[in-house]
């Protein structure tokens, strides 16, 4: 194989990697609990907090949102990482940590 063309496969890879990475990070990822809905970008960036708790908030009620947001976010997050590397994980464990 020639120079040439392990550059152009290179090149083709990069860019497949890029339009891939640019997909994920303009989707948006919803993370539930059962109070809270979250929707965060592909670079885990919080775009909407919706509370569906309805009624007064009181002091137990609020560590209980409080939870409730947490667990929202971080079932977000899990959705974006499983897209990073259902998308991503074609090119291999040396792509570790870019994204």
Known sequence: MNIQNLMAQAQKMQK??????????????????????????????????????????EPDDKEMLEDMIKIAINDAVKKIDQEVENKMGAYGSSLNGLF
């Open 16 to 57: 497949e990697i890029t339009k891939k990475k640019e997909e994920i990070d303009n989707s948006i990822f919803e993370g539930n609990s059962e109070w809270v809905n979250v929707e965060m970008n592909g670079k885990k960036e919080i775009e909407k907090v919706n509370i569906t708790f309805e009624g007064t908030i």
